[in-house]
Nanobody
Framework: QLVESGGGSGQAGGSLRISCQASRVTYNYHCMGWFRQVPGKAREGVAAIYTGNQQTYIAEYAKGRFTISKDNAKNTLYLQMNSLKPEDTATYYC?????????????????????WGQGTQVTVS
């Protein structure tokens, strides 16, 4: 089970950090990631982290602004979002998979992930 928190409203240029609490040890997930979705559009990959080598992937539109990290001791995944833009407004979802291969982890495909959180809303004005 994955539970997101930390969403809310922010100002353009500001920062927000969202969290994803996992019910199992995050080290057991090969790949964990963040996706986002706005009404009427497909869910898109934002960032991902591969447990085996701690390598991360950040979508082009988020590079230099967003950072993904994981605290295995707290079983928590984070997404630090800086320099927020109004177009970052979306519902953000945490996803995890216990068996994903490294080569798939950074493709940002939602159907590669087995577990999903319920989503947390981020609104930037």
């Amino acid at each position: 089970q994955l539970v997101e928190s930390g969403g809310g409203s922010g100002q353009a240029g500001g920062s927000l950090r969202i969290s994803c609490q996992a019910s199992r040890v995050t080290y057991n997930y090969h790949c964990m990631g963040w996706f986002r979705q706005v009404p009427g559009k497909a869910r898109e990959g934002v960032a991902a982290i591969y447990t085996g080598n701690q390598q991360t992937y950040i979508a082009e539109y988020a590079k230099g602004r967003f950072t993904i990290s994981k605290d295995n001791a707290k079983n928590t995944l984070y997404l630090q979002m800086n320099s927020l833009k109004p177009e970052d407004t979306a519902t953000y979802y945490c996803a995890a998979d216990p068996a994903m291969a490294w080569v798939l982890c950074f493709l940002g495909r939602e159907y590669d992930y087995e577990y999903w959180g319920q989503g947390t809303q981020v609104t930037v004005s």
